[in-house]
C-alpha cells in the first residue's frame, strides 16, 4: 500500500469519527463542529513545537573539530613521509 | 545471521568524489587507521576531477597497494547516485560502506557500524547526527532550522523509522544495496531520503548508530540553491510511490 494511501486511510477514519460524533452530538454541534479547526491547529502547534525543541537541542560536537584538526595533522606527516603529494603547509 | 559468523565478512568502502584532492589522501589514511583487524577494500569513484585527484590517488595506491585502493574513475562528473552503482560494480565484499570524501564523515565510526551490523544482523546501518552523543559542527542557525524543518516534515508524513533520513554515511549488505540502487531515481539528498524510505518500506532490517557531522574544512560544498523546492518536491514523490 502507497503510503499516501495510508494517510488518506487515517484522514478519512478521522473525518468518519467526526461525522459520526456531529450526528450523534447529544451536547449542541457547535462543538464537534470546531473540532477539524483544532486538529490542524494543534497540528501545526506540534510541528512548530518539534522543530523549535529540535533547534534547541540541537546536539552539537565542537571537540569532534578540535580531534578533527589533529587527525588533520597526524595524516599529512605520515602521508608526507611516504611521499604522497598532498601540498605545502 | 549464520553466514555472517561463519564466512569472514570483507567491507568495500565506496567513496565518490570530485575535486577532492587533500580529503582523499586524509581519508584513506585515517581509514586505514581505524580499520585494524578487519578486510576491506576502498573504491574511489572519481569522476575527472581537474585538482589531480587521481594522481593523488595513484599515490596512495603505492603506498597502500592497488589492491586495497580501487580507482574506478569516470570520465566526467555525472552525480553522485550513479557513482554508488559504479562503484558498487565493482565492489568484492559482502558488505558495502558508503561515505563522502570531505571529512565530514569520519573514518572513526566504522568500526561502530561494522559492531553494530554483527549485533544485529542488520541489513542497514545509518549514521544518525540526531541524537544525543552525535551532532554536527559548523553549520549556521538557518541550516539546523531547514535540517529540523525538513526532518519534522519528513517524519510527520513518511514514518520512515529511522531518525536521520538525509545522512549518507551507511553500511549496507551488499545484496540489498543493489536492490535498493536501481529503485531509486532520485537526485542528491533526497536519493539518501529516497533509498532509506524504500529500504524500510521493503522491511529490511536498519539499525543505527551516533555519528558527529563535521562540516567540510577543505573544499567547498557542491550543494546549491533550489535545494528546499528539491527537498519538498522529493517528499511528494516519495508519498506516492513508497
Ligand atoms: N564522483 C562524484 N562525486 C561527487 C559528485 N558530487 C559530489 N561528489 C562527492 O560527494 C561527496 C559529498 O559532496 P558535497 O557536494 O560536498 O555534498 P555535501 O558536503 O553533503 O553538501 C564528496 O565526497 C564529493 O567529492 C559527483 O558528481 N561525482
Redesign the interface.
Known amino acids: 500500500m502507497?503510503?499516501?494511501v495510508k494517510?488518506i486511510s487515517l484522514l478519512v477514519a478521522i473525518s468518519a469519527l467526526w461525522i459520526g460524533l456531529l450526528q450523534t452530538s447529544l451536547i449542541s454541534p457547535d462543538y464537534p463542529l470546531m473540532l477539524p479547526v483544532y486538529l490542524v491547529v494543534s497540528l501545526g502547534c506540534y510541528?512548530l513545537l518539534?522543530?523549535g525543541v529540535?533547534?534547541m537541542q540541537?546536539?552539537?560536537?565542537?571537540q569532534?573539530?578540535m580531534l578533527?584538526?589533529q587527525?588533520?595533522i597526524?595524516?599529512?606527516t605520515?602521508?608526507r613521509q611516504?611521499?604522497?603529494?598532498?601540498?605545502s603547509n | 545471521m549464520g553466514d555472517e559468523v561463519t564466512k569472514k565478512n570483507k567491507y568495500s568502502i565506496i567513496v565518490p568524489t570530485y575535486n577532492e584532492?587533500?580529503n582523499i589522501?586524509?581519508i584513506v589514511?585515517?581509514i586505514f587507521k581505524h580499520l585494524k583487524d578487519v578486510e576491506f577494500e576502498v573504491i574511489i569513484v572519481d569522476d575527472g576531477s581537474p585538482d589531480g585527484t587521481q594522481?593523488?590517488v595513484k599515490?596512495?595506491q603505492?603506498?597502500y597497494g592497488e589492491d586495497r585502493i580501487l580507482l574506478r574513475a569516470r570520465p566526467k562528473k555525472l552525480g553522485l547516485g550513479t557513482a554508488y552503482a559504479h562503484g558498487l560494480k565493482h565492489a568484492s565484499g559482502n558488505f558495502v560502506v558508503i561515505m563522502d570524501a570531505d571529512?565530514s564523515h569520519?573514518p572513526k565510526y566504522l568500526p561502530a557500524f561494522i559492531k553494530k551490523q554483527i549485533e544485529t544482523g542488520a541489513s542497514i546501518v545509518t549514521g544518525t547526527?540526531?541524537?544525543?552523543?552525535?551532532?554536527?559542527?559548523?553549520?549556521t542557525?538557518m541550516r539546523?532550522?531547514t535540517s529540523?524543518?525538513a526532518?519534522?516534515?519528513a517524519q510527520?508524513?513518511?514514518?520512515p523509522g529511522v531518525s536521520d533520513l538525509t545522512g549518507s554515511f551507511r553500511l549496507y549488505r551488499k545484496s540489498v544495496l543493489e536492490d535498493l540502487i536501481n529503485s531509486c531515481v532520485s537526485k542528491g539528498y533526497v536519493f539518501q531520503m529516497e533509498m532509506i524510505v524504500r529500504a524500510s518500506?521493503k522491511g529490511h532490517h536498519i539499525e543505527e548508530v551516533p555519528i558527529?557531522?563535521?562540516d567540510r574544512?577543505y573544499g567547498s560544498s557542491k550543494l546549491g540553491g533550489s535545494e528546499i523546492v528539491e527537498y519538498l518536491k522529493g517528499l511528494l514523490y516519495?508519498?506516492?510511490?513508497?
Open positions: 502507497k503510503h499516501i494517510i510541528g518539534m522543530v529540535g533547534l540541537f546536539p552539537t560536537c565542537p569532534e573539530s578533527l584538526q587527525d588533520i597526524e595524516a599529512k605520515f602521508l611516504k611521499g604522497v603529494d598532498i601540498g | 584532492r587533500l589522501a586524509l589514511y585515517l594522481e593523488i599515490q596512495l603505492q603506498v571529512l569520519h547526527r540526531y541524537v544525543k552523543v552525535g551532532g554536527v559542527h559548523g553549520w542557525l539546523k532550522l529540523r524543518g526532518n519534522v516534515l510527520t508524513l513518511l514514518w518500506r558527529t557531522f563535521v574544512v516519495l508519498l506516492f510511490t513508497t
